[in-house]
């Protein structure tokens, strides 16, 4: 799925899914990475959110954080209220995968990051992958 900074809605893909406010002008892109994930990222900023509906369970969730051409300062991620990273600095051209388990129970995994004005330098964030982990689709109970 694709996410061009618009907030919650349904999407063309059936999914709803989106910010609080409106991102669309913080999408950015550089091209440098062979993997075309890593190509493009939003600014996150502190009063925005990120959110997927899904139904309520436990998720394996990677997000993956950083810029393929500029070093990042301060990168600060949680997922349902679990920390993925909290000012983590990354080099030029680095980016990182960062992998939680995480709980939702209100119908929506939810992604909330920091802008840290002291520095200017927004969490930039390049994808989200999760899978659902545990209840009736892996066979517990």
């Not at 669309?24 to 440098?32: A, E, K, S």
Request: hydrophobic share 30%.
């Amino acid at each position: 799925m694709i996410d061009a900074g618009e907030t919650f809605r349904p999407q063309p893909d059936g999914c709803f899914y989106g910010w609080t406010v409106d991102m669309r002008d913080r999408i950015g892109g550089r091209g440098d990475a062979h993997d075309p994930l890593r190509n493009t990222f939003i600014h996150c900023k502190a009063d925005a959110a990120w959110e997927l509906e899904v139904a309520d369970g436990r998720y394996e969730v990677t997000v993956c954080v950083g810029e393929t051409f500029y070093g990042q300062e301060r990168a600060t991620i949680f997922v349902e209220g679990v920390e993925f990273c909290r000012d983590l600095r990354l080099n030029r051209k680095e980016t990182r995968d960062l992998t939680q388990i995480v709980e939702v129970a209100d119908g929506r995994l939810t992604l909330t990051s920091h802008e840290d004005s002291r520095i200017n330098k927004a969490t930039r964030l390049n994808h989200l992958r999760l899978r659902r982990v545990g209840g009736r689709e892996s066979g517990d109970p």
